[in-house]
């Protein structure tokens, strides 16, 4: 797997993180969702360096002349329910793009610190031939992209496959390098170094589902 690794660079986009870690930021849920959107975007316009190019002619009013726009057919697929406003960031630049959703969740049993990921829900077009982003915030045990993966390989092979998100942790883009085709691409904006006993990513910024849309009951 390639990674890309978006913090190597200081961008603005150490601003967006930075908030989405602070405590005293997160408490605006509106702000957190548009950070992730905002980073969204720039993780999308990076990926579009990478795609596919040719020539076509279009009439200004006053001229014709030839651009350069992407072949790809993309489909966009987001983990819920903290994707959605990531999912809403690659919407703002691939707004063409064909959309799929999953549910991908931890069902802790009787010890909390161990846990299994359920896929519950799943809307998805053919995938064959065509551009695949994955896209989930949190990149922690890396174990709910790889069950999201396996539950769209009915759906067809794509040509590329892309995974999008926020943070990870060293552990999660390790996985993936196991468990992902080689020449798929992680488009990351920040990397963590540990997860903690619960498998929650540390420093991190905590549960980005309950910061985007509130607390939930479940476990």
């Known amino acids: ?3 890309h690794n978006l913090s190597e660079k200081n961008s603005i986009l ?3 993180i930075a908030e989405l870690r602070d405590v005293s930021v997160q408490k605006d849920s509106m702000r957190f969702r548009r950070n ?3 980073i969204g975007e720039i993780l999308s316009y990076e990926m579009s360096k990478t795609l596919e190019f040719s020539s076509k002619k279009i009439t200004t009013p006053l001229a014709e002349m030839e651009v350069k726009t992407h ?3 993309i489909v966009l697929c987001s983990v819920l329910r903290a994707g959605v406003p990531l999912h809403n960031g690659l919407l703002n630049y691939f707004d063409a793009a064909e959309n799929a959703f999953i549910s991908a969740y931890r069902h802790h049993k009787e010890n909390p610190e161990t846990f299994e990921i359920v896929v519950e829900y799943l809307a998805c077009p ?3 031939n065509k551009t695949l982003i994955l896209a989930d915030p949190m990149l922690a045990t890396g174990q709910s992209l790889v069950a999201t993966y396996k539950a769209l390989q009915p759906f067809g092979t794509p040509k590329n496959l892309h ?3 926020v943070i990870g942790a060293k552990e999660g883009v390790e996985y993936l390098e196991k468990h992902l085709p080689k020449d798929a691409h992680l488009w990351i904006a920040t990397v963590d ?3 903690n006993e619960k498998g929650y990513i540390v420093p991190g910024l905590g549960d980005a589902g309950d910061l985007a849309f509130g607390e939930k009951l479940q476990q």
Do not use: G, S, W
């Open 126 to 128: 053919d995938l064959n």
């Open 1 to 3: 797997m390639i990674v």
């Open 71 to 73: 072949d790809n057919n």
């Open 36 to 38: 992730i959107e905002r």
């Open 193 to 195: 170094d540990k997860l």
């Open 163 to 165: 995974i999008f998100a």
């Open 14 to 16: 150490n601003q967006f």
